[in-house]
């Protein structure tokens, strides 16, 4: 078999187990923008048109006052609010503070669980998008030893 | 790809309570191998989804900065014991995973 074929031959497999990814789609757009953004008000703004916030008391956010691992720091995020969209949560000092953002879908309690890491000290931010407005809340986590493994 | 989800659903009254711990590295691409010494290609899940029987309960996306080794529970209402929950993931260099369980 000459040096041509060959490389046909194997650039053709190379495209069909290409063709044959992804398996999974995305059920919604992924928000690049808003996740690129390096500072938190690039993030609202990218997310939700506006930097401008409601601060609220119906947002509960559970978390270590010190994460010992700023790798992995567990965040509980509740709301009351009623018409939650999403909620999302922003770390000041991260170099890209947009962590998550949950889409909360009809049915769905506004609440869950997770882990993120905080390069540093910083306030937590979880906003919470509902029919009416953005509203947030925000605490601050110390952190000992960063998470971005930097 | 092995099984990289492993997920309960546990149905109380009328709310299902998901858990699920998904196996991944979540590189950010900003950490630096430590024998080669050559930046790690960023390497995260950007989408984890939840299905109840056909129905999608939960769509979260994902940066670098959640944690390794994602954990991520939740609730939803409606949901039967013996229904269908289906999880499913992809990562930005276009891997993915999918896994189904009859919830409790």
């Not at chain 1, 809340?137 to 493994?149: L, S």
């Not at chain 2, 997920?7 to 590295?25: D, F, Y």
Request: proline share 5%; glycine share 8%.
């Amino acid at each position: 078999m000459n040096i041509g074929r060959r490389l046909f031959l194997r650039t053709g497999i190379a495209l069909t187990a290409l063709a044959a990814l992804p398996r999974v789609l995305l059920a919604a757009a992924w928000p690049e923008k808003a996740f690129a953004a390096p500072a938190a008000s690039g993030a609202l703004i990218d997310l939700f048109g506006s930097d401008q916030t409601v601060p609220s008391d119906k947002i509960s956010l559970k978390a270590p006052e010190i994460a010992e691992n700023g790798a992995v720091v567990p965040l509980k995020i509740k709301t009351t609010l009623e018409n939650v969209e999403s909620i999302s949560i922003i770390v000041e000092k991260n170099p890209r503070p947009l962590a998550a953002t949950i889409e909360i879908l009809p049915g769905t309690l506004p609440e869950f669980s997770s882990r993120i890491k905080m390069r540093e000290t910083s306030d937590v931010m979880i906003a919470v998008k509902t029919d009416t407005g953005v509203y947030t809340t925000a605490k601050e986590i110390k952190v000992t030893i960063g998470g971005c493994g930097g | 790809m092995a099984n990289s989800i492993k997920v309960k659903a546990e149905v109380s009254g009328n709310i299902a309570e998901v858990k699920s711990l998904m196996l991944h590295p979540m590189e950010t691409g900003t950490r630096k191998d430590a024998d080669t010494g050559e930046l790690v290609a960023a390497n995260h899940i950007t989408q984890l989804t939840f299905t109840n029987n056909e129905k999608l309960v939960m769509v979260a996306n994902f940066s670098t900065a959640v944690s390794r080794d994602p954990y991520f529970s939740f609730k939803f209402e409606g949901g039967k014991v013996g229904d269908t929950l289906k999880v499913a993931w992809v990562d930005n260099t276009g891997g993915s995973d999918e896994f189904e369980t009859a919830m409790e």
